[in-house]
């Protein structure tokens, strides 16, 4: 900064940099470079633009002459008109096929591919053209731009973030890091040195090695770093063994200093890029979205408007059911059935020990008495064996309260031939299922087994409204009775009134029930109707994540994988690993923690019911076997629509380091 105004020539890309001054040039265009060369009369001009993706290089040839080649022709042949020195950084990919150790700048050239092709030819021509150039061959490591990473950052930021690298073990190359590079091109220039110069370090390093010396440096996890061996024939482009290039001549212009790989790495300043946390499940937010509650909120109802009423019959369709009550909450919409239902002291509600405690308070909210039903552990649902034992102890008139857990519906059809010999009726916790298929085909929510069935909008869910909740139901008297116990239990049509001296007024309404506001608003309905426009888009990317999971976690001996074999059906709300934490020596909690510390958010869903205090049972261990196997194993990972694949395999690996 001291000696030069530097200018940053861009063509397409954009950067940032301190002290230097930018200007938009194409580099293919003469007269334009030439009205810069003229203008501004540069005394040094280093080229560092080219395609060094070997691949990309033998895939599309004509790119790669222009740009590797041409560039440096136009340049380095007006060097001498306008009294510039020409530096172009070429390559350490030029010696094909050698037995040599080191290669020297004298050294015969050979290429095996089209990159190693066009930066020979290209040195030819800087040297032909101009008698006051520098050709640097080199191979450089250290932080790059935002836009192009480099070989360490790439190997960095991947360990970083938990994913496993392959790097040969036997292609080997001596780098600089870029900051030593730097230094020395500036002396060369001072020197006004000439021709063709390697700068290089002194070892002799594969590229497996190199990963590692950048491991141990930033305290990265080696284990992810996996030697492979150059096999040719599963690239385009061939690809040199040795690339180590000889520095005595270096050393005998500049000085004898050691360059030492290991003393460039720990010169490094590298900043690990600063990662958002990976919650276990999250609502996904898009302009429509946005747009949707925006007009709402420009609209003449805020609450108690038409959008509600869309909302319902949106998703009635959807599902399949004649009717649709929204209302505050899935929680909301439990306690509303069984209110509806009339469930009281003198009957029982029957539900999963594994759910959350909604399911159980509607009914306790009725006075009714809450009875479990230990699960099956291959569905995490409702065990219909054990279904039908607590069954046979209850008295008639009662409910049972399937939970479709993380997404998978329970055995519906077989629940439902219980009905008339036992005398109960179905109200279905599909909290996390909307979207979700019986294995007869029939969506959740079509209430083919069910009195009714509730579906819950929070946030984490399959579709978000903030918070809220459905009912649908094929029983009109049902249906209305929902209607008015969501709003106080307030009865408005004049027809249905009791007290005859209200039914004159013109303003009347009349409180027929003891209900409850649980009042859904527009705001939250637009919201959801917005997002009910994806839905198909939503279960389809958990599919793919749940099934990506699968095939990475389903050989590791310490974990298993409940609800593996219906992912078509279910409509994955949840992914839930079964760990094995005893034979790990490891705790749930420990291993939680130190996900956290890579921003990998997890949960456990959830503590059995009969271990909380409102419903404790002593000895709940022995009462219910699968449900207590269940808890002291479950661990929830993330899983929700904008889950990406790079973080997603973040997940994956660091969960394989400390489970294998």
Known sequence: KK????????HKKDFFANGIKKTHINLFNIKK?????????????????????????ERNKSK????????????????NKYN????????DHLFGVSSKNKFLETDQTFAINYYAHTKIISEKIILNNSDNSLVIRTNFFGEGLYYRKSFSDEIIDKLSSGIEISLFNDVYFNPVSISKLSQIILLLIK???KGIINISSDEKISKYKFGLLLAKEFKLNRKLIIPIKLNSKKHLAKRPHNMCLDNSKLKKILYKENFSIKDQIKKLDYKPRIENFIPYGKQSINNSDIKSVNEVLKSNYLTQGPKIQEFERKVAKFVGSKFAVAVSSASAGLHLS???????????????????????????HCGSKVIFSDINLDTINIDEKNLEIKLKKIKPNS??????????????????????KYNFDIIEDASHALGAKYLSGEKVGCCKYSLATVFSFHPVKIVASGEGGIITTNNKDFYEKL???????????????????LKKSEFAYEMQKLGFNYRITDVQSALAISQLDRINKFIKKRRTIAKIYDKHFSNIKSIELPQKKFREFSSNHLYILRINFDSLGISREDLMKNLKKFNIGTQVHYIPLPMQPLYYEKNYEKKYINSSKYYNSCLSIPIHYDLNYTDQMKIINKIKYYTN
């Open 3 to 10: 000696d030069f105004d530097i200018f940053g020539h861009i």
């Open 33 to 57: 470079v030439r009205e810069f060369l003229i203008k501004n009369k540069p005394k040094v001009i280093i080229n560092t633009s080219g395609i060094t993706n070997v691949e990309q290089c």
């Open 64 to 79: 790669a002459y222009k740009t590797n080649v041409e560039i440096n022709n136009l340049f380095s042949s007006l060097s």
């Open 84 to 91: 510039f020195k020409f530096v172009s950084i070429s390559s």
């Open 191 to 193: 020197k006004n040195y």
């Open 338 to 364: 069984c209110l509806a239902y009339k469930l009281n002291k003198k009957n029982n509600l029957i539900t999963s020990p594994i759910t959350f405690i909604s399911s159980a308070n509607s009914a306790k």
């Open 399 to 420: 409910l049972v309260m399937p939970v479709h857990f993380a997404g998978l519906p329970c055995e519906m059809k077989k629940i439902n031939n219980y009905k008339k």
């Open 483 to 501: 209607v008015s116990l969501r709003s106080h239990g307030i009865e408005r049509d004049k027809k249905k009134f009791i007290n005859a001296q």
